[in-house]
């Protein structure tokens, strides 16, 4: 087991140093980015057959953006179990598996790619700021994802980082949240995962509760400054979407608040969010002006999530998901059509299922994500 075990991490230290050179691609002046692929949700222990198809899609970046391991999930005493992981070389274990899948290691080897966590890679199912390993696991992290040494996600709480892709007109700006480090303790869910009878989270009225921490905000209202043409911005879990009862920004409404308000504060048009942590594919849509979550625009949020789950029925309710759900192996693209003037370039979104299948898909305009003048 442990040659095992050995071999694996030589893998991932390989996958590694691939990501570190493919790193320095994504600095390339002028950079047009024309399509986006990402995921969520990769159980480490099982087949990864949908690389084959993510690579079909010949994405110019691919974003990890949660759960792109479970560390939290190992056999004990011979059976599986899920809970905060006791020591970090279970993370590294998980990290390892990961990178040893052949598809996988072709993906960033040919694909420039940007991650950040949620709950399972981060090393505790639903954690935050509580979780005692926080800062082994951040480290862990950037080493695994190619950060230098003097990176400044080495020294700042969390490992959230944005960069800014392509010339002035078509400018694409990916912005890496992190919903993990610096989240408090949500409130309400009692009971097991899995187990009859477990509650739902539900909001807050704790205004003093954070999803980003202080320094957080503060960078990505400097990083809205910025001038870009099309935003997107990766949340680990749902930023719309909220009547399920599981992780969302809905369970501190304050928050999503402070979000949407700090889009208008910034003028920063052109934003869409992408999300992944639900097992579930599906398109939401937040039309700007439902009493208490108003925002700016429409804000879209596509969520993808997982890339190896079991197909399972799709029957939770979303009076805000536009087109269907659908509970199988998928990913997601964001593909844009550039056009002149740039108000009309469109913004495609595609989730795809793991034999190729569209499984649902959604065109957004440029110009309509602004702020009214």
């Known amino acids: 087991m442990r040659t095992l075990i050995n071999g694996l991490r030589a893998a991932a230290v390989g996958a590694a140093a691939v990501l570190i ?11 047009t980015i024309d399509v986006i692929a990402f995921g969520s ?48 070389d279970r993370l590294k274990e998980a990290y390892a598996a990961q990178f040893a ?35 082994e696991s951040k480290q862990v992290f950037l080493d ?33 949240l992190d919903t993990r480090y610096n989240r408090d303790q949500l409130e309400g869910r009692e009971g097991e995962p899995g187990k009859p009878g477990r509650k739902p989270y539900k909001p807050t009225q704790d205004t003093s ?7 957080q905000w503060a960078w990505l209202e400097g990083e809205l400054k910025k ?22 920004w809905g369970n501190m409404p304050h928050e999503r608040e402070r979000l949407y308000g700090l889009i208008r504060k910034t003028k ?13 594919c599906e398109i939401s849509r937040e039309p700007g002006n439902l009493p208490g979550r108003e925002a700016p625009y429409a804000m879209w949020d596509f969520t993808s999530s997982g890339l190896n789950l079991e197909a399972r029925p799709a029957l939770e309710a979303n009076p805000l998901r536009v087109g269907p759900m659908r509970k199988e192996p998928n990913f997601g693209t964001v593909r844009i059509a550039w056009a002149e003037p740039v108000e009309r370039t469109a913004i495609e979104f595609k989730g795809i299922g793991d034999q190729g299948q569209i499984l649902t898909m959604q065109t957004v305009w440029l110009g309509e994500l602004k702020a009214k003048e």
């Open 41 to 88: 949700c990769a159980r480490e222990r099982k087949p990864q057959p949908i690389w084959t198809e993510v690579l079909a899609t010949k994405p110019d970046l691919f974003l990890f953006i949660g759960d792109n391991n479970y560390a939290d999930v190992w056999e004990e005493d011979g059976k599986m179990v899920m809970k905060p992981i006791p020591h970090i």
């Open 268 to 280: 920063a048009s052109g934003v869409v969010f992408i999300s992944g942590d639900r097992h579930q």
């Open 144 to 176: 695994m994802y190619g950060f230098g040494a003097d990176a400044p996600q080495r020294k700042q709480p969390g490992v959230y980082h944005a960069r800014v892709f392509g010339p002035e007109g078509r400018r694409v700006q990916v912005i890496m």
């Open 227 to 248: 001038p870009a043409e099309v935003r997107i911005i990766a949340s680990s879990i749902q930023v719309v979407a909220d009547g399920h009862g599981s992780e969302t």
């Open 209 to 215: 509760k954070t999803i980003l921490g202080k320094e």
């Open 21 to 31: 050179a493919a790193g320095a691609a994504l600095g390339q002046a002028g950079r």
């Open 101 to 135: 899948h052949a598809g996988f290691r072709r993906l960033v080897r040919e694909v420039p790619l940007m991650a950040t966590w949620d709950d399972h890679d981060y090393g505790a199912n639903d954690g935050g700021r509580e979780f005692t390993l926080r800062e």
